[in-house]
């Protein structure tokens, strides 16, 4: 079964409009922490958010914001007010604390390709 | 810039080769992460070395292995390459091992193997 899932391939969002971008995670660990990364036609990989699994609020980061729902096990990133800069593909990761077998490297989803429109 | 230099920022190669990536991490940071990134399979984990010492093992081929330096750079070593070895390769770093840690990108390697 897939760790993370992305079900969204891509999207066509037009510019100032908030935006969210879905992903479900499945992990039997109570203690894990899940990630957003944001990768640019450059192919660099931007680090945006993180959201702690007992983390009580959500995360917020400018206009990156993390909507937290542990019990659906999903962590949709929100962005406000989209920009044609916003134009990546966006990355949800996982990092379990136990599951991974002790390693730290992070399991990420296939992703989802935004394309901001004027 | 995220801090984490990689090199060479393109490596073409043959089939049956050896080519060593080479990163540095984030200036303080202990902890160095191998990622491979192909159309195929994703991003996918591969290693991680912690001050020195190998921390954990992902899905890294036994064609592949790395070490981190006294200095903690670190390379990733890839032999016996094939076709399917083309991909682009991050490093990233961390100022440590743990949970709530994030993980810091290079700007990758992108490997073809003809």
């Known amino acids: 079964a897939q760790k993370i899932t992305q079900t969204q391939p891509g999207m066509f969002v037009q510019e100032k409009e908030a935006v969210t971008l879905d992903c479900t995670y499945d992990?039997?660990?109570?203690?894990?922490?899940l990630f957003w990364y944001k990768q640019p036609s450059s192919g660099e990989m931007i680090f945006l958010i993180y959201?702690?699994?007992?983390?009580?609020q959500n995360a917020t980061e400018g206009r990156y914001s993390l909507n937290f729902q542990k019990a659906r096990k999903s962590a949709n990133l929100v962005i406000s007010a989209s920009q044609l800069g916003d134009s990546a593909m966006y990355f949800c990761a996982m990092r379990e604390a136990y599951s991974g077998g002790g390693a730290d490297g992070l399991t990420f989803g296939k992703g989802t390709h935004l394309i901001i429109q004027p | 810039d995220s801090g984490v230099t990689q090199t060479p920022k393109h490596l073409i190669t043959a089939t049956g080769q050896r080519v060593t990536l080479r990163c540095s991490p984030r200036?303080?940071?202990?902890?160095v992460y191998w990622y491979q990134q192909s159309l195929d399979q994703g991003l996918q984990f591969l290693i991680q070395y912690y001050n020195g010492e190998e921390r954990a093992k992902g899905n890294i081929l036994e064609r592949f292995s790395a070490q981190q330096f006294p200095d903690l750079h670190s390379e990733l070593n890839l032999s016996s390459l094939e076709l399917g070895d083309s991909a682009l390769y991050f490093c990233?770093?961390?100022?440590?091992?743990?949970?709530?840690?994030?993980?810091?990108f290079g700007p990758g390697t992108r490997l073809t193997v003809t």
């Open positions: 992990t039997s660990d109570q203690s894990y922490g």
């Open positions: 959201q702690g699994s007992y983390d009580e």
């Open positions: 200036s303080g940071d202990l902890s």
């Open positions: 990233a770093s961390s100022v440590a091992s743990g949970l709530s840690y994030e993980q810091y």
